[in-house]
């Protein structure tokens, strides 16, 4: 993934239009090659088909370019034979590089320059990109096959800077720079997630199989992608839809050794062009997608953990037509998850908590020596439905396009209750959105940038009717959620230089229906809120080798219902938690700079941050018990305080031999609660990860070590000044259980092979070690850490067949 | 049909669909999470009974729960039986009789401090043989002052598997409440 990353800066580094030299890669003039070879072919916008004027089409080992003509066309003419990288590339518009060998066989074809053997016709389709001065890493290709069968939390810790925040194995969350739900934003398929994201044991409801490329964006994104993107967002986009009639597919079959889990998914695409005899080209193509996985309890390197199965049943449909300068496309996908929760971390009351703290290890009734799949009680239940509509137009002045989403998320969470009664913790949500953007051409050739309106109109259904709730003492109220937002961003390239600024409007209306606590009428509240949010950013590429990205961004975030309205134990995290009616949004403001290097040898970034919140909303204990009919329960207030987070990403991958290369990342966190001047609790600790790669044809062995230090940055008091220090019992953590868990090493191999098989086909195979000495540790930002150890040593065989 | 008209025609139906896949709703079946508001204690001793209580009728949170004294004779036997009652709903929903058809799952532990206080003896056995306690005997000792914890240990089958032992150690706290106790 980091390597991909990275090649696509090279890229961006090698345009001889933007004044590059040539540093490196130049070919020597060699006696015995065939200089007169040439590349030649047409440069199409992925979607339109419709020719892109004055894109850069350049061959990356020589550093030699040229730019598409009126009609989209360029031809490359002088080549040497060779392997070479060609790239096409235009100001918003993501790169493409293909690989080509332009070869020579006999002497007597020296002269034949229009010989087969040494033409080459590349047409590039390039596809949109909407940011440029903000750092991005992306998932791609051969890293994200890697993480295949994962869930989507687990799956994005191959980046550096993103962490999970878990409840167990199998509920992950996504964490970047210390931060997660709701400050984390996640485009599925250009539709803002909209599911249960408040919760801390609410993974995010989406089978990453649909995905084909995810990409994380570090930092306050707000001005594009929605205002509470304040740590960052991700995006999950699937392949363009195909246009030929050719039909295409994909099978992954996936067997991980822990818990037995079986995963298959497969991919079915193909199309149809000019369904109507008509001069206007038009095409349709379709894709449809399912996941099934199946996986039982799963072990730690001591004992199983009963209860800890999981099924899921994933589903997406996607078609497309395009007519002219039409395009229409429309995506429904249905994901269904049940997830056991470990039977050993229900808790009754903190002095169940700390009877668990002080066995250290689960009850032997918790830990059973048989192997199942049944998943009994509690366990969670989740279904999301999305419904994606969008149309485009293109016009001469710039394209515009409508997405309209739906999306219903159905949670139940079924817990351990008497009689086998099914009372159950039930949310309803459904949400829709709506996008109308409008990208625009090259003003005065240097200025292209979108402008847009977006709206979100939410119901949440907790108890009775929307208007009507029938019971008081719900976990989240009843609400009637609208937002609208207008946004314009706009860059500027000159030479080595590339200018972005921007900025949004949004406005928040939130209807709250709720019974008040002893009282029978339902209470209306209402909240309105806006604001304005900033972007500006700069990339500057000196020369070849080095590239630095600045970027200011502001993002804000009004506090959600939870924050406002918990007031009961929250089961499981043995808390009682307590929403503060009286929050105000929260603002941020992160700066960012990023540096590349890129050399033949060496390939490395390095990202700095400093996020500062103001108000930055949280759950802070408050050291004293709050006596309920089940026993005391440590009680959490939701609060506010100025909040910096910053730190350090560093990635690097050195090529030390000519198969042999070295990657290294390394993420740094410091999280301070700047009023009360003591860390943040719950941020994810400093980790350093190093892999060795060897590759040899269509082989690769990899070793990787992934070292994650003791998170010693803990809160150690208690902020609530107003509390009177006779009523805190709970101060020895800071309000926390038990202290955060050692350092760990782990270490992890994989092997993986491709086979090409006959025309097109494909097939690679993989086995991946995680955890390969069974090592034994807990991880500070796991909630099971108190109960129980992490998962042990998980073999997993992969087989990817596409055709 | 003009061919211009067919993104057009494309784009109301998928309005349509859009818009049809609207419905109210409604969530009928969401009841409270098995809310305990009230542990009565009944202690009888020749004839009599007294009734001590721990309500918290708002539920978690909210106001503080009321607490009852437990003023015992000393030296006297009683024989204890509890009620456990959800009295925010209406009708009051007893809890007792829930425990008292899944006794295989459930174990009332109750802890005098400091332990001379008195001594409870389980006066009932469920399936496997294993203590209850919703009825039991209780043998005050001297005049003296102190607490006597309640607690209901939720017990129930893991996979199918028993897990309830005859100790406290299983399960989790359905009620943990503590009450004062006077003994004259």
Request: proline share 4%.
């Amino acid at each position: 993934m980091r390597k991909k990353h990275f090649i696509f800066i090279i890229i961006l580094h090698l345009i001889p239009q933007l004044g590059t030299k040539v540093l490196f890669g130049q070919t020597k003039s060699e006696v015995h090659r065939e200089c007169d070879c040439f590349i030649q072919g047409i440069v199409l916008d992925d979607v339109s088909k419709l020719p892109i004027v004055g894109a850069v089409v350049l061959i990356k080992e020589l550093n030699k370019g040229v730019s598409t003509d009126a009609k989209g066309f360029y031809k490359i003419t002088n080549i040497c034979q060779g392997k070479y990288t060609v790239i096409g590339r235009i100001v918003g518009y993501e790169e493409k590089s293909y690989t080509l060998n332009l070869e020579h066989g006999a002497e007597q074809n020296i002269k034949l320059s229009e010989s087969e053997l040494h033409l080459a016709n590349i047409d590039i389709k390039a596809q949109k990109i909407e940011n440029l001065t903000q750092t991005k890493s992306t998932l791609e290709n051969a890293a994200l096959d890697q993480t295949r069968g994962q869930s989507l939390g687990e799956a994005l810790k191959q980046i550096s800077g993103v962490t999970t925040l878990q409840t167990g194995s199998s509920i992950a969350k996504p964490v970047i720079h210390g931060m997660h739900s709701n400050r984390v934003l996640i485009l599925n398929n250009g539709v803002r997630q909209e599911g249960q994201q408040w919760g801390s044991e609410h993974a995010p409801e989406i089978d990453p199989f649909v995905a084909k490329k995810i990409t994380v964006l570090k930092g306050a994104a707000g001005v594009r992608y929605g205002s509470d993107a304040i740590a960052g967002v991700i995006m999950l986009e699937p392949e363009a839809l195909p246009d030929s009639t050719k039909i295409n597919g994909e099978i992954n079959s996936i067997y991980f050794s822990n818990g037995h889990q079986i995963i298959t998914s497969g991919i079915l695409e193909g199309g149809l062009r000019k369904i109507f005899s008509t001069k206007n080209p038009c095409s349709f193509g379709f894709r449809l997608q399912g996941t099934i996985k199946r996986g039982g309890d799963i072990s730690t390197p001591n004992y199983r953990l009963a209860n800890t199965g999981i099924s899921e049943l994933n589903y997406s449909l996607s078609a497309d037509y395009k007519i002219k300068n039409w395009v229409s496309d429309i995506f429904f996908s249905q994901f269904n998850t049940k997830i056991g929760i470990f039977a050993g971390s229900h808790i009754g009351n903190v002095s169940d908590l700390t009877e668990a703290l002080k066995r250290g290890t689960p009850l032997a009734i918790y830990t059973p020596e048989n192997f199942t799949y049944t998943i009994g009680r509690p366990y969670q239940d989740v279904q999301h439905n999305l419904l994606k509509i969008k149309n485009t137009h293109k016009n001469p002045n710039g394209n515009l396009s409508l997405t309209l989403g739906r999306q219903y998320d159905f949670r139940k969470e079924i817990d351990i209750l008497r009689g086998d009664k099914n009372l159950v913790q039930l949310f309803k949500l459904t949400t829709y959105t709506s996008e109308l953007l409008f990208e625009h051409k090259p003003l005065f050739k240097l200025l292209t940038g979108s402008a847009g309106i977006t709206g979100l109109y939410q119901e949440n259904l907790t108890t009775g009717t929307l208007t009507q709730p029938r019971t008081s003492t719900v976990l989240i109220p009843n609400f009637k959620n609208f937002t609208a937002g207008l946004f314009i961003i706009e860059r500027i390239v000159k030479k080595q230089w590339e200018i972005e600024g921007g900025f949004r409007y949004d406005f928040r209306h939130l209807n709250v229906y709720r019974i008040p606590r002893g009282t029978q009428s339902v209470e209306l509240d209402k909240l309105n809120n806006e604001n304005v949010t900033g972007t500006l950013g700069a990339s500057f590429r000196p020369n070849a080798r080095w590239n630095f990205l600045t970027n200011i961004s502001s993002a804000w975030r009004a506090a959600t219902v939870n924050e406002l309205y918990s007031d009961g134990v929250h089961h499981g995290a043995a808390s009682f938690e307590r929403g503060n009616e009286n929050l105000v949004p929260e603002v941020a403001l992160n700066l960012s700079l990023t540096a590349n290097y890129i050399s033949k040898r060496v390939q490395s970034e390095i990202h700095l941050y400093n996020n500062f919140i103001n108000n930055f909303i949280f759950l802070s204990p408050t050291g004293r018990p709050a006596l309920t009919i089940r026993g005391a329960f440590p009680e959490f207030f939701y609060t506010q305080t100025n909040a910096r987070f910053r730190g350090i990403d560093l990635s690097a991958n050195f090529q030390i031999l000519k198969n042999i290369s070295l990657n290294s990342k390394f993420s740094y966190l410091e999280a301070q609660d700047l009023t009360n001047n003591q860390p943040l609790i719950l941020i994810p600790a400093n980790r350093w990860e190093n892999t060795l790669r060897y590759e040899w044809q269509k082989t690769t062995i990899s070793l990787t070590n992934i070292y994650v230090f003791k998170q010693n940055r803990v809160p150690n008091k208690i902020i609530f000044k107003d509390i009177p220090a006779s009523e805190i019992i709970f101060s020895e953590f800071g309000g926390d259980f038990a202290p955060p868990p050692p350092a760990y090493s782990l270490w992890n191999a994989a092997i993986s092979q491709q086979f090409v098989i006959g025309n097109k086909q494909t097939l690679g195979i993989s086995v991946t070690v995680s955890n390969l000495f069974n090592s034994v540790y807990r991880d500070y930002l796991n909630r099971f850490r108190y109960f129980s150890d992490e998962i042990g040593r998980n073999i997993a065989l992969r087989a990817k067949y596409s055709f | 049909m003009k061919r211009s008209l067919i993104p057009l025609t494309y784009l109301m139906i998928s309005l349509l669909l859009f818009i049809s896949s609207c419905k109210k709703d409604s969530v009928d079946s969401v009841e409270e999470n098995e809310l305990v508001t009230s542990v009565k204690l009944n202690f009888s001793s020749g004839g009599t009974t007294q009734t001590f209580k721990f309500a918290d009728p708002d539920g978690d949170g909210g106001a503080a729960p009321i607490v009852e004294t437990i003023n015992l004779k000393a030296n006297t036997d009683y024989t204890l039986t509890i009620g456990i009652l959800d009295e925010s709903k209406t009708p009051i929903n007893n809890i007792t009789d829930e425990v008292a058809t899944e006794k295989d799952e459930h174990l009332f532990i109750y802890t005098p401090s400091p332990s001379s206080l008195l001594t409870y003896t389980y006066g009932d056995k469920d399936s496997r043989n294993f203590n209850v306690g919703l009825t039991g005997n209780v043998k005050t000792g001297a005049a003296a002052t102190g607490k006597l914890k309640v607690q209901l240990r939720h017990q129930p089958p893991i996979n199918g598997k028993p897990s309830k032992d005859g100790t406290a150690t299983p399960g989790s706290d359905d009620v943990n409440i503590d009450f004062n106790i006077s003994i004259q």
